[in-house]
Structures are given as C-alpha cells and as structure tokens.
C-alpha cells in the first residue's frame, strides 16, 4: 500500500509534471529544466539526512513505521500544492514552483527513506527480501497504472464538470489522487510491523565512514541512479511524444476493433507489464541468481530501445511501439525489486563487516539516486528537447524537434541501459557470497541471544 501510493506520485510527477510546468504553468522549457534539477539536487541532502534520522528514531511502533503516520496528510496535499497554477506574474509563479516543488520533495523524502528502509527489518533472509521487494514493486507498479491510466481522462472530467481552465482541470485530478495516496499510507502504517532490530546509529561519523568504504553499496547505488534515468528519460518524453509526433487524435486499427492511441494509455499498458516483470523477478533471481537476473535484463532493453527509433508513424508502427513497451516494460518490471533487495543485501554486508547496518542511511542512498536520476533525466530531456528547437504549444514542430524526441526514446535510454548492465556485472554480493553472510550474521545472533 505504501509503494502503491509513492508510486502514484512519483510517476505523475516523473512523466506529466514536465509538460505541466512547460504547457500548463506556462514556464519556458530552459526554466522548467533548471527547477526540475535545482529542486531535486536538494534530496542529495535531504535523504542521507532523512535515513540518519530515522535510524535513530525510538518510538513504541519501531524505527521507521511512525513517520508513514505522521507525514501521510503533509505527503497528500504538498502533492495537490505541486499541481496548483496561481493567477500571478511569471516571475512569482516561479518562485511558487520552486517552493512547492521543493516542499514536495522534502515531504516525500521524509515519508518514503523510512517506508523503504521497513524492508530491511521485516527479514534477515535474503531470498525473502526479494519476495517481499517484489510485492512492493509489484503494488507500485499497479498504483502506476491506475494513477497513469485515469490522469487524462480525470482531467478531461473536470475539465467537462467544472468548465475551468486546464490548471483547474489539473489541480482536481490530482486532489482525487492525492486522496488516495493518503488513505493507502495509513493503511500501511496500521497493518505493518517491524520485526528485526538492527544495530545501527550508534555514531554518525562511523556510519558514514562504512558507508563510504562499502564498495557494493557505491556500486548498486550506480545501478538504481542508471534505473531511474532510464526510465524518466523515456516516461518523462512520452507526453512530448504523443502530442507533437504521434499525435493526439491517433487511433490503433487491430481488425475490427478501434481504440485511441494516447500516451496515458502506453504509460499504462508498460506499468501492467512492470507488474508482470516483478512476478517474474523471484522465480529468475532464484534461478540465475539476481546479479544475472540483473545484467541480463539490461542488456534486453537496451537492443529493445534502439529498435524504437526506427518504428514508423502509422498503424503498424503504433502497434509495434506497444509491442515493444510491453516488452521493454516486462524486463524493466524485472529489474525494479531486486534494486532494493540488493540494497538490503548491502546492508547486511555492512553489518557483517563495520557491525553496523545503517539501514535508513543505505536505502536512503537508493531513494536518492532515484530522485537524483529524475532529475537529471528530466532536465536534460527539456535541455535537449530545446536544443533541438521545441517549441511548446507550437502546432507544427520542426524536424529536429522531432528528432530529439524519437532519440530520447530510442538511442539515450539504450546507451543508459548498457552502463547500468557494466555497474552490476562487477557488483560483488553473489548469492554465493549472500548466504555466507546470513550464516554469519545468524551465528552473530545466536551468540548474543
């Protein structure tokens, strides 16, 4: 429940919040660039700060459960605050941008470091941090889907129900959003517990001293930054995509059936195939082991990525672009769960080797490299997309705009894919090397017990 609501958010804020600031806000498409990026250097900071937090957090619901209470209702409507198009200059529009941009951010780094870091006290089993990680991304990927699938249409509602502008319009569909995101982290607050109690933040500067010296959690933390640029640079291009070069009246022909063609719905038909990916993340990595599982599933998308580049605009070429989402989607499903349940691993290896987890203060460096991907990904789409001569709102764009466009789906998220398959093809924690580990910790504890 609790990643199902992140996730909602998170996928709003990583594909349509581009095209809001630029089509909607009205911000040019270099100012949208720099606040995406300036506003999401700041969870460099404010992660590690977070993780450092809640490992020393002591309350009767454990150390990271309470703050899924406590931030839910500031999570919520920071996202509705985000999502709010004032009727003032542009010069103080941008700097509300910057602030609710900004605030989001930080609600949503207060509330997610803990709720990830959970997964590192439910188990000391490494296998059944995977199972638990991929129910995570699998009810991630779902709350995607809903969250993608309905935005265009809960827009389009309103905009017929209210008859405002399309800011209006914008703002109610992420009210109804939001709404939801806050019920599902109660109720993941009321039906968790935290079952293991980790050692760790006994001092800041010996936890930072392992962390630094814990390669495998510089390498993994390579990896999830790669993950994310991945994705955000493809999902965050599909809104440009459709409306300026596949179009918004277009229309897929399968025999007798006939249905619209529009960037909600391939959002939503890759986070269906996200879920199938998750599935099947556990039976692979148990098989192959998840190091394998891993840079197998890289190296798929990449070749896949590239074969978008050459599809052309037309029916078929609709239905081979889903096709390869589907595809593509599957294999990024894949990756997802074991990120975070090699990051749970890395925690372990700290504690195996400093004698001292830190588990907030390592998922936090995952969650910070996802939101430091966002935005370089998001920027450099928007720096690119300008470069190339975009034009926001423009009725006809030109041929290198749209070129930028057809790359930033094809060709950049291939050559992505294939570093993040190079970072984790020298990642240490084998499987091998994983169960030496749990005996070692297992036998830690039956000595202290």
Known sequence: MGDMSSSMFWKIFSYYLPIFYSDIFQLSLAQTATLMFVTRVWDTVSDPMMGVIADRTQTRWGKYRPYLLWFAAPFAIAGVLLFTTPNWSE????????????????????????????LGVMTNDSQEKTVFSSFRMFFAYGGSFIALFAWEPLCN???????????????????????????????SFLLTREHVHVKG?????????????????????????????????????VAYYFKYYIGENAHIHLGTLEF?????LFLAVGEVCNMIGVVSAVPLSKRLGKKTTFISSSIVMAL?????????????????????????SIFTGIVSPLVWSMYADVADYSTAKHGTASTALIFSSGSMAQKFGGAIAGSAVLLLFDAFGLVPNAAVQTESALLGMRLTMSYIPAAIAAVMALCIWIYPLTTERMKEISEQLKAVETTTD
Do not use: E, H
């Not at 209210?162 to 709404?179: C, E, K, N, Y």
């Not at 392992?210 to 291009?237: Q, S």
């Not at 590239?306 to 595809?327: C, D, H, K, R, T």
């Open 91 to 118: 010069s103080a529009r941008l700097v509300y941008a910057y602030v609710t941009y900004i605030l989001m951010m930080t609600v949503y780094t207060g509330i997610n470091v803990p709720y990830a870091s959970m």
């Open 157 to 187: 509602l309103f905009s017929r129900t209210i008859g405002g502008t399309p800011a209006d319009s914008w703002q109610g569909a992420m009210i109804v959003v939001a709404s939801m995101c806050f019920c599902l982290f109660i109720g």
């Open 304 to 328: 896949l990525s590239v074969l978008f580049f050459y599809v052309p605009v037309s029916n078929s070429g609709f239905v081979m672009m889903l096709a390869l989402q589907i595809v593509i």
């Open 201 to 237: 933040g006994a001092g800041l500067g010996s936890d930072f001293k392992a962390l630094i010296k814990n390669a495998p959690w510089w390498i993994i933390t390579a990896g999830a930054l790669c993950t994310n640029l991945f994705n955000t640079v493809r999902g965050a291009t």
């Open 260 to 264: 619209l063609f529009f960037a909600g």
